[in-house]
């Protein structure tokens, strides 16, 4: 059974600084991972999905990275701003998307 | 516009009642999803339909039935509320189940109460 885990649970950086968000799962055999961002109060906005041949995907000031052999991945954020507060959520594709719990992000002024 | 929309937003309710949500997308895609977020914030899939056949049926209780009248929509009906079934409802949908490349585009998501 796929288990996915993201550490910190909540993290509060102030502005400016570069994160990393940490997600683990306990079975290799995946399609792809994703990445989300919930917001409170409204969906999942996807934000990269790594297929299981890639090693990592960027998109602006977001690098996601895949260590499929060890079940680590890690979403890199970039001179965090404010707007990027918010809870992230790590998924794995096998047969169905398997989430993790998430992790606060508070970005402080 | 609006890709992945849900009806209500807020729904709050006595135990034993029915109630149904709402989900329509717009985007032509084949597959659709219900998912469930509970207090714990544990996101956690129930259904998946692809052309309006079921394909993923998680262990829910019988009192959750999903009707999709067509590609496009996906209802999801309960029966016999119980104050357990208080969480965010999430619609989502991508364009093919077996497409490993496919995203899921998630709707914002339906609170229900039961009182």
């Known amino acids: 059974k796929q288990e996915v885990t993201q550490i910190p649970a909540a993290l509060s950086v102030p502005e400016g600084e570069n994160l990393v968000l940490n997600c683990s799962f306990t079975?290799?055999?995946?399609?792809?991972l994703q990445w989300f961002r919930q917001d409170p109060g409204k969906g999942l906005t996807s934000l990269l999905l790594i297929q299981s041949s890639q090693r990592e995907q960027t998109s602006g000031r977001l690098n996601a990275s895949l260590d499929k052999s060890s079940g680590r991945s890690t979403l890199y954020i970039a001179a965090s701003q404010p707007g990027d507060s918010a809870t992230y959520l790590c998924a794995v594709r096998s047969e169905k998307l398997v989430f993790g719990k998430g992790t606060k992000l508070t970005v402080n002024p | 516009d609006t890709a992945v929309s849900q009806t209500p937003k807020y729904l709050v309710t006595q135990m034993g009642n029915d109630k149904s949500i709402k989900c329509e997308q717009n985007?032509?895609?084949?597959?659709m999803y219900w998912y469930k977020q509970d207090s714990k914030k544990f996101l956690k899939i129930m259904f998946s339909?692809?052309?309006?056949?079921?394909?993923i049926n998680e262990t829910v209780p019988n009192r959750f039935s999903p009707k999709s009248p067509d590609k496009a929509h996906l209802n999801l009906h309960i029966n016999s509320l119980e104050l357990g079934d208080s969480a965010v409802y999430f619609c989502?949908?991508?364009?093919?189940?077996?497409?490993?490349?496919?995203?899921?585009?998630f709707g914002p998501g339906t609170r229900l109460l039961v009182l």
């Open positions: 989502a949908s991508s364009k093919r189940t077996s497409g490993i490349k496919e995203t899921q585009y």
């Open positions: 985007l032509g895609h084949d597959t």
């Open positions: 339909y692809n052309n309006k056949e079921l394909i």
């Open positions: 079975d290799s055999a995946i399609y792809n």
